[in-house]
């Protein structure tokens, strides 16, 4: 199968790497995820050994398939690694996906760092890819969450009740957002604005 995504895909900023999960990867990424913080809102708990192995072992299978395209983030100034992100919900026929499982360790939540890493990934999906719709979507009462995309751009679309079950067995509303083609050059410059006055306040 020739999938959409090219594999390997490297997004080089100057804060951080997207660098393609690799089993390698594992050990490191699973000391960051155990802190629960991370998965409150999350319909699997990553901090979980088991869970998270399952998870991203499964997510390494759905890339072959050309279904998922994960992420992990290097931060470049330690050179370690401090999260995870992908592209999911992949549609090459209708030039759409998701951007989502983002997360990061606490200690960096608030900076540029998630402004960076959205940066790179739209600006492939939209420039590489040539994506017409980039879909992103949280837990409705996930409110940090929900202002993190809405300062990238993302437009709100609505509430999808009772969309998921967690693996807590607990129930998710979702609350959507979408980037548009058209939405792009004033997305991409209010991003790359945002990005540099967060990195001069830090």
């Known amino acids: 199968m020739d999938n959409w995504i090219k594999h390997p895909i490297i997004l080089t900023g100057k804060l ?3 660098i ?3 089993k390698s990867h594992f050990d490191e990424l699973l000391l960051v995820a155990k802190d629960k913080r991370i998965w409150e809102f999350l319909p699997k708990d990553g901090s979980d050994t088991e869970k998270f192995l399952t998870e991203y072992n499964d997510t390494l299978v759905e890339r072959e398939k050309g ?3 994960p992420f992990v983030i290097l931060h470049k100034q330690t050179d370690k690694l401090i999260g995870s992100t992908r592209l999911f919900d992949i549609h090459p026929q209708y030039r759409n996906l998701e951007i989502g499982w983002t997360w990061l360790h606490p200690d960096y939540w608030g900076t540029a760092i998630n402004f960076e890493c959205k940066l790179l990934l ?4 939209f420039e590489t890819l040539k994506t017409i719709r980039v879909q992103l ?3 409705d009462n996930n409110l940090r969450s929900r202002r993190a995309i809405e300062k990238i751009g993302g437009q709100f679309e609505g509430i999808l009740r009772k969309d998921r079950i967690r693996d807590n ?3 998710r ?3 959507y957002y979408s980037i548009l083609d058209n939405e792009w050059e004033n997305v991409r410059h209010s991003l ?3 990005l540099e006055e967060t990195k001069a306040h830090r």
Do not use: M
């Open 20 to 22: 393609p999960l690799d």
């Open 173 to 175: 509303n979702s609350a």
């Open 192 to 194: 790359a604005q945002r």
């Open 137 to 139: 979507k949280t837990s």
């Open 16 to 18: 951080v790497d997207l």
């Open 67 to 69: 279904n998922h395209y």
């Open 122 to 125: 739209l600006t492939y999906c």
């Open 169 to 171: 067995g607990t129930i």
